[in-house]
């Protein structure tokens, strides 16, 4: 698809999250497993069901853009999701696993984070405040996720890993 307009780049972005958010919610019920803190399994579990509306919000914003609901690959994402896996795979100790199962979900959100914020001010210039609202539900729990885990991180977690 050709980029020649700022809704060309809402629809491609659109695309990208929604693979993304597809990628995301094959992996969140493996990080889940694989946590050994309750309170981080609980959150990871939490986040794939907000994953699931996020997936039909975007397939809505697809719909009211013209578009049929389908993703474009976005390396972005499978480079993160690889460092994640990466660090399940090769972290021994429980501890030191949920710590960096933080971090790789930190940076899946941090990119989920700039996406929505992108696309939502993009969304407004277009006079799309339907799209931008249903947007910025979708930006606001990914926020409360990010700082979930910031909490579970620096009160709990990253202390259990350092023993």
């Not at 992996?27 to 399994?41: I, N």
């Not at 972290?91 to 790789?104: H, K, L």
Request: proline share 1%; aromatic share 4%; glycine share 4%.
């Amino acid at each position: 698809m050709a980029l020649k307009s700022l809704e060309d780049l809402l629809v491609h972005f659109a695309r990208d999250m929604y693979y993304a958010e597809k990628q995301i919610l094959k992996t969140l019920p493996k990080m889940a497993r694989k946590a050994d803190s309750k309170d981080l399994r609980d959150a990871f579990e939490h986040h794939r069901e907000e994953t699931e509306t996020h997936v039909e919000t975007l397939e809505k914003v697809l719909e009211q853009l013209g578009q049929k609901p389908r993703g474009v690959t976005c390396e972005a994402i499978e480079g993160i999701l690889a460092e994640g896996k990466e660090i399940m795979e090769e972290a021994s100790d429980a501890d030191t696993r949920d710590a960096g199962m933080i971090a790789a979900a930190q940076a899946v959100e941090h990119y989920e984070i700039t996406r929505y914020g992108t696309m939502i001010a993009w969304a407004k210039q277009l006079k799309k405040n339907d799209i931008a609202k249903m947007l910025q539900t979708s930006l606001d729990q990914e926020y409360a996720a990010d700082d979930k885990l910031t909490k579970l991180a620096t009160k709990v977690l990253n202390k259990e890993a350092v023993s």
